[in-house]
């Protein structure tokens, strides 16, 4: 049976950046970022609304640095994508204590460690009120973990894409390097590709735009967005086609 919900999306697929589970930490896994999200996360399941969760590896291996540093970009790749299914492995626990059931999926098999990718069982798995984590990302190199929340998402026919991040949305540059930088409220898909807007991997851009899924970029350092994004809050920029914008 269809679960009820008050919440203006019924299901979502919830990008959490791995840079930000450092929290103050300079490398790893910072377990109150976990305690917190998860929170959160309870919070939406609460209002009904259906959890599908992709988790990059920034704060772990990033296949690019790694090779910049020296080593065979296949290599570094396939490092990174272990590094998001180690979050996902910590982000399971503090969800299950938090009691929340969870389902760990991975795109590369891990026999004994988590599950296989499989779309339908993944369905059914949200469908029956679980969270789902979409590890190890495509599966494939020279991809990102923000490619394989579009991908998911759009695989679980999402309502929204929502990208939690460590900056309030989407700048006119990098807001970190750039202090005049300035936020949109709005934008095209169209217009991120033109103007190159770097939040997010331009793949992942094409990919939403060419199957018409609605993206937002919010910070996922402010407690309590998310819960209030799902009851029609604005927070962030959210990215669309240019006949909805
Ligand atoms: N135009 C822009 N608007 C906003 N942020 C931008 C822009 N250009 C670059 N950025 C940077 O993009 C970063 C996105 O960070 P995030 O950590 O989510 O990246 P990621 O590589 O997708 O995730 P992970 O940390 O898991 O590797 C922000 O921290 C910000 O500094
Ligand atoms: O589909 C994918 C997804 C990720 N990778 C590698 O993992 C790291 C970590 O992901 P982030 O999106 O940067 O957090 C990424 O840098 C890639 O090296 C991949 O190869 N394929």
């Not at 300079?26 to 998860?38: C, E, N, Q, S, T």
């Not at 994508?81 to 009691?99: F, H, I, K, P, Y």
């Not at 495509?138 to 991908?151: H, I, K, Q, V």
């Amino acid at each position: 049976m269809a679960e009820q919900t008050s919440a203006k999306y019924k299901r979502i697929l919830l990008k959490l950046s791995g840079e930000a589970l450092m929290g103050e930490l300079d490398f790893g896994i910072d377990p109150k970022v976990l305690d917190r999200m998860a929170l959160e996360i309870a919070q939406l399941r609460g209002l009904g609304v259906q959890v599908g969760l992709v988790i990059g590896g920034g704060n772990l291996f990033r296949g690019k640095a790694l090779s910049e540093a020296g080593l065979d970009r296949v290599a570094g790749d396939h490092m990174g994508m272990l590094a998001t299914v180690m979050n996902a492995l910590a982000m399971r626990d503090a969800l299950e204590r938090s009691n929340m059931p969870t389902r760990v999926m991975s795109a590369i098999p891990m026999s004994g460690v988590v599950d296989h990718y499989d779309r339908r069982s993944a369905i059914r798995a949200l469908n029956q009120g679980d969270v789902v984590i979409f590890s190890a990302g495509t599966g494939n190199p020279f991809f990102t973990t923000d490619s394989a929340a579009c991908l998911r998402g759009i695989e679980i026919n999402a309502d929204l894409v929502l990208k939690a991040t460590n900056v309030d949305g989407v700048y006119t540059a990098d807001p970190k390097k750039d202090p005049t930088a300035e936020k949109y409220d709005l934008l095209t898909y169209s217009e991120v590709l033109e103007k190159q807007l770097g939040v997010m991997d331009l793949t992942a851009i094409v990919l939403a735009q060419d199957h018409d899924m609605p993206l937002r970029v919010y910070n996922m350092n402010d407690t309590g967005v998310l819960g209030r994004l799902m009851t029609g809050g604005e927070h962030g920029t959210l990215i669309v086609s240019g006949d909805k914008a």
